[in-house]
């Protein structure tokens, strides 16, 4: 798992490049904490904000600002060690829609899955799951949403996992209308996260903890019923042309990032709705059968 091809390494510089170089935020301007009664705390003077989860409760954050589009960066390293039963989530949510990262803890030297989800007119049921290429555990990496009016990206470490496309042409709903918060949480899902429920977490290794930082969003805020955009957001991307990877509201995948998408999905996708023919027995849902 450790050995990388040379044209993926340099295939991940280019992205990182077209990625930009937004600085991280400082999460007590950008954020507030949610719920955990003191579980959650901002670190570092502001750089980073960690998330702790005891056998009383998790705790979670969100965004100060509310946004309809943009590309959401975030550095996280998750819990070491035995983090059976827990999940880490990182993900946008409006009433109606939701695009997910979370993260399922599992038992010592056992890998996390990386679960993925697009809701849409609160419809979900899109779940893709992966393997991390690395111990997300021992240093941070960035997961980031890409969210513009045509493409849901998810992407790690600057390699694309999943692209959710527009296709509301052909009748597929997409998070287009409603304005998103940014939400992270630990929390305990041992009913269900680890193996189906069947190993439980280890209280004895509590406070749980997952750190946080460079939170950062080149993204058009939503102000007081406006989208407010960063200058230049469409002129750039006009300019650039679709595709060129200018500016993040006309991005979508280059040839070359859609081959390193389909290689990663090749090897580390672990689930894929679209593939499980046995839930959806009237056949599975229409964007799987688009490109
Ligand atoms: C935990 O590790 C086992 C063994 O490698 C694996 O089968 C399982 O899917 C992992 N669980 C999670 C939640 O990633």
Redesign the pocket.
């Known amino acids: 798992m450790r050995s990388f091809a040379p044209v993926f390494l340099s295939a991940v510089v280019a992205w990182l490049e077209l990625a930009g170089t937004a600085q991280g935020g400082n999460f007590y301007q950008d954020t507030e904490m949610t719920w955990g009664d003191g579980r959650g705390k901002v670190v570092d003077g502001g750089r980073g904000l960690d998330l702790t989860l005891d056998r009383t409760s998790g705790s979670g954050f969100q965004s100060k600002s509310e946004y309809l589009f943009g590309k959401i960066d975030m550095q996280i390293k998750l819990v070491p060690g035995n983090s ?1 039963g827990t999940v880490t989530t990182f993900y946008l949510s409006s009433h109606d829609d939701e695009i997910d990262f979370e993260f ?4 010592s030297g ?4 990386l679960h993925t989800n697009v809701f849409t007119r609160g419809q979900g049921q899109r779940e893709q799951q992966f ?1 991390l290429w690395f111990d997300p555990t021992t240093a941070f990496h960035t997961y980031s949403i890409l969210w513009n009016p045509q493409h849901v990206i998810f992407a790690v470490d600057g390699t694309p996992v999943r692209d959710f496309k527009n296709h509301e042409a052909r009748g597929v709903a997409f998070p287009r209308t409603q304005p998103m918060r940014l939400y992270a949480s630990l929390w305990n899902a041992d009913d269900w ?3 189906g429920g069947r ?1 439980k977490a280890d209280w004895s290794k509590a406070p749980f903890v997952a750190s946080f930082r460079g939170f950062s969003a080149d993204a058009c805020v939503w102000d007081g019923g406006r989208q407010r955009c960063p200058e230049g957001t469409m002129e750039a991307a006009a300019v650039a042309g679709a595709g060129s990877g200018r500016g993040w509201w006309n991005q979508q995948l280059s040839d070359m990032s859609y081959r390193r998408m389909r290689w990663v999905q090749r090897k580390f996708m ?1 689930y894929n709705y679209c593939a499980d023919a046995k839930r959806f027995p009237q056949g599975v849902p229409a964007e799987c059968k688009l490109r």
């Open positions: 059976a399922l803890g599992n038992v056992e890998p996390y899955t393997r996260a680890t193996e190993v672990i």
